[in-house]
């Protein structure tokens, strides 16, 4: 007998397993663009495989329903074809009995919606003479020590090696009000460079060396907002620099930033 209903309706019940918030990390705001938002496998050894489409509802949340041999944690990939966010992958921990509710944070990309007249930095990195993908960006006033100064804005890395660093209001109002801005940017990246597994991998799976992400089931939690570096992520003496920013306009570098 049906636990909801009497027994003369007929009844399907669903029950949420992972609900899914995008948020726009620079913005504090829901992500209002469509985001492609899929579940991987991963069969072989080789490539992943893609999975099925998160559904996305019309208040651009994302809801996955319960379903038979539903596995935790899941492999969740986030993409957007029109570059106005970085793409990300994490790892979620879906509990059995419970539905798991969390808001990712995804980074400006090149196509992000901005004006030239936002404090902001266009550039790219490089490694071995290539794009280094998947680039992670910090941007501090500088202090006695590196790294230790007042975090006014993060950026992500995309596939190409660029990055969109927009400064925070909050940056300009910390010290004497002047036209430009010292800013100590920092990159982070891999420890060793990725290697693909076979030479065909980049060409089956473009987003193949993106890093998997664990989000906590628990608060506090920094890695579902973006805040967190990947594991085995690190700054290298030539990827941290200090920019001159003028405010009120989006600048870019002459020459791309080298992580060695």
């Known amino acids: 007998m049906s636990p909801l209903v009497p027994v003369s309706f007929s009844e399907r019940l669903h029950q949420l397993a992972l609900g899914l918030e995008p948020i726009d990390a620079l913005r504090r705001q829901r992500v209002a663009q469509r985001l492609d938002v899929r579940v991987e496998g991963f069969p072989s050894s080789v490539s992943r495989s893609v999975g099925p489409r998160i559904p996305r509802h019309e208040s651009c949340v994302h809801a996955l329903l319960r379903y038979p041999g539903l596995k935790s944690p899941l492999s969740v990939l986030f993409q957007d074809e029109t570059r106005r966010f970085v793409p990300r992958r994490l790892s979620v921990p879906v509990a059995p009995n419970?539905?798991?509710?969390?808001?990712?944070?995804?980074?400006p990309?090149?196509?992000?919606?901005?004006?030239?007249r936002t404090t902001g930095l266009r550039a790219m990195v490089e490694r071995g003479g290539k794009p280094m993908r998947w680039a992670r960006v910090e941007a501090r006033l500088p202090a006695a020590t590196p790294g230790t100064g007042t975090l006014v804005g993060r950026a992500h890395g995309d596939d190409r090696g660029e990055f969109l660093l927009l400064l925070w209001p909050a940056a300009s109002t910390l010290g004497v009000l002047t036209s430009t801005l010292q800013v100590e940017v920092t990159v982070f990246g891999p420890q060793t460079a990725p290697v693909p597994d076979t030479p065909s991998q980049p060409r089956e799976d473009p987003l193949w060396d993106l890093p998997l992400e664990k989000a906590l089931a628990?608060?506090?939690?920094?890695?579902?907002?973006?805040?967190?570096?990947?594991?085995?992520?690190?700054?290298?003496?030539?990827?941290?620099?200090?920019l001159p920013f003028t405010l009120g306009k989006l600048t870019s570098t002459v020459l791309p930033i080298v992580f060695s």
Do not use: C, I, K
């Open 98 to 107: 419970a539905p798991t509710m969390l808001r990712p944070g995804f980074f």
């Open 109 to 116: 990309g090149a196509a992000y919606d901005v004006t030239d």
């Open 218 to 242: 628990s608060t506090p939690d920094t890695v579902t907002p973006g805040e967190a570096l990947p594991d085995n992520y690190e700054a290298t003496a030539t990827s941290r620099l200090t």
